[in-house]
């Protein structure tokens, strides 16, 4: 299995409401990441996860709190957010920074496109 | 900090060849990837260089100079498929993690 999930793949929320995306794989790769993508840009960094722990959290409002249950899971729980807020929030893992030999090459999930109203 | 340049558009015809030119300035570095990212979908990864020259992968060829900041994307026998954003991403280490900075991206047209 060489592939990341993401659900839902589209959301539409209120900027009152609380909800999550999720994001899985079964790589058993040890780095997770966050990004947030708005069209035509790049995708920019968010949050990095490395062994289940927060290792990067690029200035990011507290209306985005992420959350790693275990090493194939990675939640990103959304509240009061802003219509500027609306991208597409894309999740990638990849093996992990202490792996010989490796890359590290980012895989990425399709994305959840987010709407805020 | 990173500071990664790629043109922003680029056009070239069916069977062409196009270079799509990055440089850099960044601390740690650890490597620079190549992605290409179809409008609306998630980036895939198409190369990766952390030594200085040539990585040749079927149509797809990628050239590194770390003393200039200085890498390109080659693209043979251009295919209409191939019109997509190309993402320059470059690669640090902390402490604690890796993570990509990417560039603006290039949007490459393929014309018939």
């Known amino acids: 299995d060489t592939e990341v999930t993401q659900t839902p793949k589209h959301l539409v929320m209120g900027m009152t409401n609380k909800k999550s995306l999720k994001c899985e794989q079964h790589?058993?790769?040890?780095?997770m990441y966050w990004y947030k993508q708005k069209a035509k840009k790049p995708p920019e960094l968010m949050f990095v996860y490395s062994y289940e722990k927060l290792s990067i959290n690029e200035s990011v409002p507290s209306r985005f709190s992420p959350e790693c249950p275990n090493s194939s899971l990675l939640n990103l729980h959304l509240h009061a957010l802003q219509p500027e807020d609306s991208a597409l929030y894309l999740c990638a893992s990849s093996p992990g920074i202490r792996v010989s030999g490796d890359y590290n090459e980012q895989f990425f999930g399709p994305g959840t496109r987010l709407t805020v109203l | 900090g990173q500071n990664i340049d790629q043109p922003t558009e680029m056009t070239a015809t069916e069977g062409a060849i196009v270079q799509i030119n990055c440089t850099y300035q960044?601390?740690?570095?650890?490597?620079l990837f190549w992605y290409q990212q179809h409008a609306g979908e998630a980036p895939t990864f198409l190369s990766y260089?952390?030594?200085?020259g040539l990585e040749e992968k079927g149509r797809f060829s990628s050239f590194l100079s770390r003393s200039k900041g200085y890498s390109y994307l080659l693209l043979k026998e251009l295919q209409m498929k191939d019109s997509a954003s190309y993402l320059c991403?470059?690669?640090?280490?902390?402490?604690?993690?890796?993570?990509?900075?990417f560039g603006s991206g290039t949007q490459l047209t393929v014309l018939p």
């Open positions: 960044t601390s740690g570095f650890n490597g």
């Open positions: 790589m058993g790769h040890r780095a």
């Open positions: 260089n952390v030594l200085d």
């Open positions: 991403a470059v690669s640090s280490e902390t402490m604690t993690a890796r993570q990509l900075t």
